[in-house]
């Protein structure tokens, strides 16, 4: 099981409802109960996200394979360009396009 679900089940058996232990995580109740009793892990970047989790891209690792899930390290920003608005990620503190050619 998860750390998280093992906080959540804590917090649970001090008397918190599931909908208390829930709002403490920002996740719905049925969310909250799933991670604490059924170890799930939500996919979900944004559930992901509340929870404090590193977040899940599709990246591809080599040419002649699909795009598999990553787990995104936490050191990695992801922003919209600036011009063209797609997500990238970021490899410099002041980039702000996602590529060369996007820049004005
Ligand atoms: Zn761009």
Request: charge should be positive.
């Amino acid at each position: 099981m998860n750390n998280t679900g093992h906080k959540m089940l804590e917090k649970h058996g001090d008397g918190n409802s599931w909908r208390k232990v829930a709002d403490e995580f920002g996740v719905s109740p049925s969310m909250a109960w799933r991670i604490a009793k059924e170890g799930y892990e939500p996919q979900d970047n944004e559930i992901r996200a509340a929870l404090g989790w590193p977040l899940i891209v599709k990246v591809q690792v080599s040419e002649k394979k699909e795009l598999e899930n990553v787990l995104l390290p936490w050191n990695v920003k992801i922003l919209n360009c600036r011009s063209c608005q797609r997500p990238f990620i970021r490899l410099h503190p002041r980039q702000v396009y996602c590529d060369p050619s996007c820049r004005p």
